[in-house]
């Protein structure tokens, strides 16, 4: 890892920040790859599948988002409350966005009600996978403005993070529309696609760190409450709605502490 870190501190931190955003995403294609062997998961699976991911996207939100998000606003402001006021508010902003996005954009929960290839069925699949291309982006910005700042460990860290948990996620869109009577290769390209959104987001998040100081702690906020809002908006409900909450519940606790030692160890 000492090697990387020498590596990258030559490496600009906007490309640094869409390089990085753009291997998170991709590593939905590679969560997808399985679907060539498994024709399909239980539901119990996919809502095990689903919880580690939100664990993994709460620590890093907290982790590898607003805490240095925190310390870097009080660089910049005058008053330790105005930082705190600072932070507050890029939070804030990044949940009221994707919940405006959510409002007025078509798509689908985790969940997909009845199962066959229908018309409505397969209406249905693509909404959900609309869905999670929409979660992928705030994903992607935290990559990019991870690296804000000449913070290489921290952007190491959320790539890592977001990419593991971009792994079941992939493997969902893809047995979801092999289950809808697709083959095997449109269904693994369209998972690849959903990911390829992250450099999207990872490039306006890597634009703000690299435009403006006051921009950066913002931009981690931002990106933060767009991830929490995801997570409390649609993972835990989605997955506490088939009788396997509490694997889920278990499941989130242990992807949390993985991310948290990714943090940890890679800061």
Request: proline share 4%; net charge negative; hydrophobic share 55%.
């Amino acid at each position: 890892m000492a090697f990387l870190h020498t590596y990258l501190i030559g490496i600009s931190d906007f490309w640094l920040g869409l390089s990085g955003s753009l291997i998170a995403g991709l590593a939905t294609g590679l969560g997808a790859l399985p679907v060539f062997l498994i024709p399909n998961l239980s539901a119990k699976i996919q809502d095990v599948l689903l919880g580690f991911s939100a664990g993994i996207m709460l620590a890093a939100t907290f982790f590898s988002l607003i805490l240095p998000g925190l310390e870097k606003a009080q660089i910049v402001m005058a008053s330790p409350t105005n930082a705190v006021l600072l932070i507050i508010a890029g939070i804030l902003s990044g949940a009221v966005v994707l919940w405006l996005i959510h409002r007025y954009a078509p798509h689908e929960h985790f969940i997909m009600g009845k199962q066959g290839p229908d018309a409505k069925y397969l209406k249905r699949i693509w909404l959900f996978i609309i869905a999670i291309t929409l979660h992928n982006f705030p994903e992607g910005m935290a990559v990019g403005v991870g690296f804000g700042g000449g913070d290489i460990n921290n952007g190491l860290s959320l790539t890592l993070g977001i990419g593991l948990q971009n792994i079941p996620e992939g493997l969902a869109v893809a047995v979801a529309l092999v289950s809808a009577g697709y083959a095997r290769l449109p269904a693994f390209g369209a998972a690849l696609l959903t990911g390829l959104v992250e450099p999207v987001g990872g490039l306006v998040g890597a634009s703000a760190a690299a435009l403006s100081a006051t921009l950066l702690p913002v931009g981690l906020a931002f990106a933060g409450g767009a991830m929490l809002f995801v997570i409390s908006d649609e993972i835990i409900p989605e997955t506490h709605r088939r009788g396997f909450e509490n694997y889920a519940t278990f499941s989130l606790l242990t992807g949390f502490a993985i991310m948290m030692f990714l943090d940890v160890t890679l800061g």
